[in-house]
Every structure is written in structure tokens, then in C-alpha cells.
């Protein structure tokens, strides 16, 4: 049984019988679930994933001091830290991550303050623009498992997926920067003999081609160790996760490149055909660079469609 499950069903069995008996009255104003850092948040644990940052818990998220004050917070916090320290063979308090705790009491708005720098979730242009998607992709991650004031869901539905615009801006900079690196430059740096700069192109595209794809999908990109899987689960162009990995996981030779050279440019056209399908894009050809501009050209707002091409990337 994977970390999310475990998570709903600590709060079913211990959390929401300990929150009725201890506290009933604060119950309408909570929230209970599981989200943020930690593969178990995303879906992505397994038994290798147990040897560090794993227990049974959840997050029990609280409104401001105005309906919950400190002590009676405190009062909550010293509630969670009395719940059985072993559930379903697996033992509490060993939790111990970089950045702080992941499971017990939280303020609704200091997670995501903490998380995307604003408290309520409403986020301006600026703040779509430089908010790390990974970021994004923790606040939303997970599963509620209660909210009372619906306060927690809303604000996670306000940030469910990017701007239009800010998505066209995104993909803009990505369509361009894979045509600089995989269209134009992979194939100079392997005539200048520098099959290590061919690499760094071969990197770059891949990581340029995988956001865009994450963009083309509406979804949000995790952070990079669990890109590939959350990659292979997308509705849209997720086998192209496979030659992404072919073209990280295999040298420069010169068996290789013309291969190499061919995914690429297979993938741009496959990338291409989703574009024209969303009508982002009103080039006709095989260039991204060119579907770059086109798509920035599509932005609505005309300060941020003026903005460098690269400036959200």
C-alpha cells in the first residue's frame, strides 16, 4: 500500500476520531490531507522510497488566529503528537526532512506562503512567472481527505493549472530553446568535433521538450527525479518519454547521432502536430523556432506578449 492511502486511512481510523472526541466544535473550520514534498504525495513511493522520510501521517491544516488562536493550536498540535506511534507496521517519529516537517499542524496560509509566497494562493503575473513549478506542483499534489470551511480546495483549485497566457509564454521559450539546441546546434557542435558541447544540447533539449510537453498537457512538471514518471502518465505525446531517455542515456558516436538527430526532429513534429491541434500556433512548417514566435505572438496580454520570448523559461 502506497503513502497516500496509508495517509487517508491514519486520519480515517485516528485523526478524525481523535479531532470528534477532542475537538468538535473546531471541526468546521479544518482541513485534513496529504500534500507537498515526498513521492508518497505525488503517488511515486515504493519499498525503496521507505528508507528515509516515511511515516503514517497527515497534514492538518488550520485557518488564521482570528478563528483558531496559538494556544488552542498548540492544544491541536500536542492532540496529533499523542496519536498511536505505530499504524499498519509502520512506526511514527522518524520523520526528519530537509525543509522542514511535512505531517502534522499547519496554517492554511503559512503552507502557502511557505510553498509559492502567498498566503491565499492568488498569485499575480509576476508570481506565475517565478514561482518554481515544482512548487506549483506541491501545492496541488496529494489528496484533501476533509475540509470543513472549503477553504484549502478552493485555493488549490485557483491554482490548478497555469494562466493561459503564462502557459503560451512558458511554451514560447521552451519551443525555442529545443529548436536552438536540437534543430540547429546539436548537429554544429558534432562538426566542430565537440561531442561534449553535443551533449549539452542533447540535455538541453530534453529539458526544454519535457516542460513543453508538461505545458501541452496543462499539467504541472514535479521536480526532476520524478519528471520521467509523471512524463510516461500524461495524456498527451507520454511515449515520447522513451526517446527522451534515449537521447540522455546514449553517447555521441557517430552510429548514434544520426539516431539521435532523428529523434529529435521526430519529436519536434510530434510536438508541432499538438500545437496546431490546440491552436496555438499558426506556422506551417517544421521549424520550432518559428512555431516559437507564433505562439508568443497568440499571448492576449500585450505586456507580457512583448516581454523577451525567454523571459518565463
Known amino acids: 500500500m502506497q503513502g497516500l492511502e496509508i495517509a487517508g486511512r491514519f486520519f480515517a481510523e485516528c485523526g478524525r476520531p481523535m479531532l470528534e472526541a477532542g ?16 513521492s508518497e504525495c505525488f503517488g511515486y ?9 516515511f511515516e503514517p501521517g497527515f497534514c492538518l491544516f488550520l485557518p488564521g488566529e482570528d478563528r483558531i488562536d496559538r494556544r488552542t493550536a498548540f492544544a491541536l498540535e500536542r492532540a496529533y503528537a ?58 496541488v499534489n496529494g489528496a484533501v481527505f476533509y475540509d470543513g470551511p472549503g477553504e484549502l480546495t478552493d485555493i488549490r483549485a485557483r491554482l490548478a493549472r497555469y494562466p493561459e497566457d503564462v502557459r503560451r509564454k512558458k511554451l514560447a521559450g521552451e519551443l525555442l530553446l529545443m529548436g536552438q539546441s536540437g534543430q540547429y546546434n546539436y548537429r554544429r557542435c558534432l562538426a566542430h568535433g565537440e561531442t561534449g558541447a553535443a551533449q549539452l544540447a542533447v540535455c538541453e533539449f530534453v529539458r526544454s521538450a519535457m516542460h513543453a510537453v508538461f505545458l501541452l498537457n496543462r499539467r504541472y512538471q514535479p521536480y526532476y527525479k520524478w519528471s520521467f514518471r509523471a512524463m510516461r502518465e500524461l495524456p498527451l505525446l507520454a511515449a515520447e518519454a522513451d526517446s527522451l531517455e534515449f537521447l540522455l542515456s546514449t553517447d555521441n558516436s557517430p552510429e548514434n547521432a544520426e539516431e539521435k538527430s532523428y529523434a529529435m526532429e521526430d519529436l519536434a513534429v510530434r510536438v508541432i502536430g499538438v500545437l496546431q491541434e490546440q491552436e496555438l500556433s499558426r506556422a506551417v512548417c517544421g521549424d520550432l523556432e518559428r512555431h516559437a514566435y507564433s505562439v508568443n505572438d497568440s499571448i492576449a496580454d500585450p505586456g507580457l506578449r512583448n516581454l523577451h520570448v525567454l523571459s518565463a523559461v
Open 45 to 53: 513511493d515504493d519499498a525503496v522510497s521507505r528508507d528515509h522520510d
Open 23 to 38: 475537538f468538535p466544535a473546531l471541526l468546521p473550520h479544518l482541513a485534513a490531507g496529504l500534500l507537498g514534498a515526498g
Open 82 to 139: 499523542r496519536l498511536p506511534k505505530e499504524f499498519m507496521g509502520l512506526r511514527r517519529g522518524g520523520l526528519a526532512p530537509v525543509g522542514g516537517p511535512r505531517h502534522g499542524v499547519f496554517r492554511t496560509a503559512d503552507f502557502f506562503a511557505a510553498h509559492l509566497g502567498a498566503p491565499d494562493g492568488v498569485l499575480d503575473l509576476d508570481g506565475w512567472l517565478r514561482v518554481p513549478e515544482h512548487a506549483l506542483a506541491e501545492a
